[in-house]
């Protein structure tokens, strides 16, 4: 069983910078493939940002250039740097994890965090 739990949220200006983080509980092999989802009102939810236990990691072009996904290892943490933001990044912003690499499939999910950028 893998527990997780974002936090990091909050409000910040267009331009402004937030690191959310993703604190991960149980097997580390359940969680070979992790990830930042975001869903805004009224729309469905999207990838932001994976990365697999090789290091291999991928973005949406929505937001390639301004997030960067990391994650410690020693802390069980997954990070979500995200910088020049923008009124469309607002959104709740969720942390998932999947035990195989390479799959389109996610079983853990976290509560979310929420994200709010002003003009």
């Known amino acids: 069983q893998v527990q997780l739990v974002e936090s990091g949220g909050g409000s910040v200006q267009a331009g402004g910078s937030l690191r959310l983080s993703c604190a991960a509980s149980?097997?580390?092999?359940?969680?070979?493939?992790m990830g930042w989802f975001r869903q805004a009102p009224g729309k469905e939810r999207e990838g932001v940002a994976t990365?697999?236990?090789?290091?291999?990691?991928s973005y949406a072009d929505s937001v390639k250039g301004r997030f960067t996904i990391s994650q410690d290892n020693a802390k069980n943490t997954l990070y979500l740097q995200m910088n020049s933001l923008k009124p469309e990044d607002t959104a709740m912003y969720y942390c998932?994890?999947?035990?195989?690499?390479?799959?389109?499939?996610?079983?853990?999910w976290g509560q979310g965090t929420q994200v709010t950028v002003s003009s």
């Open positions: 149980g097997n580390a092999y359940s969680r070979n493939r």
């Open positions: 990365i697999v236990s090789d290091g291999t990691t």
């Open positions: 998932a994890a999947d035990p195989l690499k390479y799959s389109s499939s996610w079983i853990y």
